[in-house]
């Protein structure tokens, strides 16, 4: 595993998301723990080499108050994904990222999710990156 973390930091990056082990409702809550301290493991050891880090944010609403486990108080560098039809999921996740960095705009970065997606980060001036699968669909369907 150190191979393919020490492979990361020889790509000449400077910021990273720390990587998104999937957790859903239906996750045993000991397993999620274990995926949720694997990756603040790997973060820790990008940190340790100069990466700037952003902590992930997306995971199922019932493994919201463990993945806040890690995150310093006043922590300000935050990613999720966006997914339509699930405004309420991104609510929750900038909401988190309000109470731990202590800002009314924290930094974070919201992957795709689609126009309903789009217009919250504008509103909350957060940083939208385009999910092309996403916007073809509601190109070619709208």
């Given amino acids: 595993m150190i191979n393919k973390l020490i492979k990361v930091l020889n790509k000449n990056i ?8 999937s957790l859903f409702d239906t996750t ?19 940190q340790e080499h100069g990466l700037l880090i952003y ?6 609403a019932k493994f919201y ?13 935050f990613a999720t994904r966006g997914y339509r039809g699930k405004l ?12 731990i960095s202590g800002f009314d705009c ?8 689609g126009n309903e997606i789009h217009d919250f980060c ?10 092309f699968m996403t916007e073809k669909g509601e ?3 709208g």
């Fill in 55 to 60: 902590a992930d944010l997306n995971v199922s």
């Fill in 28 to 46: 045993p809550i000991a397993r999620g723990i274990e995926r949720i301290y694997r990756k603040r493991w790997i973060a820790r050891y990008w």
């Fill in 122 to 131: 504008m509103k909350h001036s957060l940083l939208y990156v385009t999910d």
């Fill in 139 to 141: 190109l070619t369907n």
């Fill in 106 to 113: 924290p930094n974070m970065i919201v992957y795709g999710g």
């Fill in 88 to 99: 309420d999921a991104l609510e929750m996740e900038y909401g988190i990222a309000v109470r």
């Fill in 14 to 21: 400077t910021q990273s998301v720390e990587p998104n082990y």
């Fill in 65 to 77: 108050e463990y993945n806040q486990l890690g995150i310093p108080q006043g922590y300000n560098a």
